[in-house]
């Protein structure tokens, strides 16, 4: 899943004047327990998923350094994990994901009474499906996966159909649940099947609907768009975001209103990523202590500020630290008309998994030829 957030000094200059004061060590109540300095903590999270100053902050509120690795899927986390832990204290899985890390043993469980500000998080984020009373994972950033477009090149983009009958460039996502799955509902199918006839009727409907496909990207999507390299992806919705608000930022790019994003009208993915301290992980109580940080409203608010994905961090919300013109915004915060049409995908099992891994492999050979 990409998660790239990038954006210009501009922009964060921009941030910064909506919200005076951001700096964690002005704004927070939040300390760190003694006895971690000259500590390290090995963070595995999706590229730079966090604000500028979350990890500094912290290494200088702990005295610790932490120490960054970054992956582009859920399954390349996972498949580093398969072959043994090699220093991670911490991941960031998408719930989706969670339960085959689970089914394989590869997450351990937290103590929530290390992570008091765990009362912070929304109530509705609190016990997921996918984590029944959050015994392996606490929640850190949500959001959804629509269409992000250019809207010289495409005009008003409402439909799936209007992606499979597009004349020029289109980047799907490096992401079979959420393909698929868009797939299976269009075809009328439930969107967590696991019979491997529908399954292969969403791959046939992707291979045949996929002929404007220019790329699967797994890293660079919204790069891909803002390039002009494609005028249609399947994205992130604060990847969009973050080259709007870029363009908006930036006169002179002459880019001002020249994309949007939207879920369509036949539905769009839902995602929540988590936190979490995998089998064998070197230093647990630290991640705890981070895990912590992260929940704390201001940490939180600022995260999600730079990110623009939805903070499950409610205290952050009741504080009024989420910048307005996200709050507000339906697509980053859907409201009922906009949530009626996500559906989330729930791993249903290894047989269940191998269906779609298998189907989602066959599909990206079809579309190569």
């Known amino acids: 899943m990409n998660k790239t957030k990038w954006l210009c000094c501009a922009l964060l200059i921009m941030v910064a004047a909506l919200l005076p004061s951001l700096t964690l060590a002005q704004n927070s109540g939040w300390t ?14 999706w590229t730079t998923y966090v604000a500028e100053d979350t990890i500094p902050n912290f290494e200088d509120l702990c005295g610790v350094t932490i120490v960054q690795t970054f992956y582009g899927s859920n399954e390349e986390m996972i498949a580093k ?14 719930g989706s994901s969670v339960v085959t890390m689970l089914r394989e043993e590869l997450l351990q469980p937290i103590d929530l009474t290390l992570i008091p500000n765990f009362a912070n998080v929304s109530e509705d984020l609190k016990d997921p499906i996918y984590d029944p009373d959050n015994q392996y994972t606490v929640p850190y950033q949500w959001g959804t996966i629509g269409l ?16 499979w009958n597009y004349g020029g460039n289109v980047a799907w996502l490096e992401d079979m649940d959420a393909m698929l799955g868009i797939a299976l509902i ?3 199918y439930d969107v967590n099947s696991g019979n491997p006839d529908e399954i292969a009727y ?28 494609v005028d249609i992806v399947v994205e992130y919705s604060g990847d969009i ?39 064998d992980a070197p230093n647990v109580a630290l991640a705890h202590v981070f895990m912590d940080y992260i929940l704390d409203p201001q940490v939180g608010a600022d995260l999600s ?31 009922a008309s906009v949530s009626e049409r996500l559906f989330t995908v729930v791993n249903g099992g290894d047989t269940w998994a191998r269906t779609r891994t298998d189907a989602w492999d066959e599909l990206k050979v079809l579309l190569s030829q």
Do not use: H
């Open 305 to 335: 500020n730079y990110t623009a994905y939805g903070s499950p961090n409610q205290a952050a919300i009741d504080q009024a630290l989420i910048l307005p013109e996200y709050l507000n915004d339906p697509i980053i915060y859907p409201d």
């Open 202 to 229: 969403a791959r046939d409907f992707l291979a045949d609907n996929g002929g404007n496909v220019r790329t699967i990207a797994q890293d660079d999507g919204q790069e891909r768009l803002a390039t002009g390299e």
């Open 148 to 163: 992000g477009y250019n809207v010289e090149a495409v005009g008003e983009l409402t439909s799936w159909s209007q992606v």
């Open 81 to 94: 994990l398969r072959a043994g832990n090699p220093g991670f204290d911490l991941v960031v899985p998408t």
């Open 32 to 45: 760190c327990p003694a006895g971690f300095a000259g500590q390290t903590l090995n963070l595995y999270n």
């Open 241 to 279: 975001f973050q080259i709007k608000a870029d363009c908006a930022a930036n006169p002179e790019k002459n880019c001002a209103g020249k994309f949007d994003y939207v879920i369509p009208e036949e539905g769009g993915f839902r995602w929540v990523d988590n936190m979490a301290i995998p089998v």
């Open 186 to 188: 269009i075809l009328g």
